[in-house]
């Protein structure tokens, strides 16, 4: 009999991205102290652009003063990945996860995290895939629906996952999205054409296809009040 397991669930709202940061790095720490168990922060973010450690300033295509004037930040990370753009009408997923433990390697953890997106947008019958040799994250088509950017650092996982529901997609048009010139961004809400249902209902949609592939039944949910639920899958 497969033993059940337990995945803290930290449903968020909008955080803003430093201090989603700072709480991340806690949590690996204690994960790593083995204080906590596999926790999932489910957020969005105030309009953010990120740059991974490869720094490549050069796919952001406006000036800090500019950013400035259209109410978005620019952070620097650790995670892998290019530059890409967090904001509202986007789903981020920050898994904090002890890789080991669930008997998964880098590779194989990062095609959970494309699948899960796949999953999701499956259910609105949108055809998603992971991308061809070169392009990370989740498309469809030619247009990239799903970004993936992570860091493992002692076996923990951080960083994660941003899947586009309905965003303003102009936001898109200052970078050159994870580094992949000639290429579009899409969104749930695009690829559908159709009135969708609430972001906290896809929320919950998609956490629960990332707890399915990564093997956890037993889901403890906390919210801002930071009371706590618990679940079965």
């Given amino acids: 009999m ?39 922060l489910c957020l969005q973010h105030p309009p953010t ?3 991974g450690k490869r720094r490549t300033e050069h796919n952001l295509l406006i000036s800090e003063s500019e950013l400035r004037n259209i109410g978005a930040l620019l952070h620097y990370t650790e995670r892998g990945g290019d530059i890409t753009y967090h904001g509202p009408g986007q789903a981020v997923l920050y898994p904090i996860l002890a890789l080991r433990e669930i008997g ?14 796949i999953e999701l947008a499956s259910l609105y019958g949108v055809k998603a895939s992971a991308g061809e040799k070169g392009e990370t994250g989740v498309w469809v088509g030619d247009g990239k629906i799903g970004a993936i950017g992570v860091r493992i650092s002692g076996g923990i996982t951080s960083h994660g996952l941003a899947f586009n529901i309905d965003p303003d997609l102009n936001y898109f048009k200052h970078i050159v999205p994870c580094g992949i010139a000639d290429k579009r961004v899409t969104s749930l809400r695009k690829e559908t054409g159709t009135v969708l249902l609430t972001e906290d209902v896809v929320h919950d949609q998609l956490i629960s296809c990332f707890a399915r592939l990564l093997g956890f039944s037993d889901l403890i949910w906390r919210g801002n009040g930071l009371s706590s639920e618990t679940k079965d899958l």
């Fill in 2 to 40: 497969r033993l059940s397991r337990s995945l803290h669930v930290w449903k968020m709202g909008t955080v803003n991205y430093l201090e989603a940061l700072k709480l991340q790095e806690k949590l690996v720490s204690e994960r790593k102290a083995q204080k906590i168990g596999d926790t999932l």
């Fill in 104 to 117: 998964l390697g880098a590779r194989k953890y990062v095609e959970q995290l494309e699948l899960t997106m």
């Fill in 49 to 51: 652009y990120t740059l």
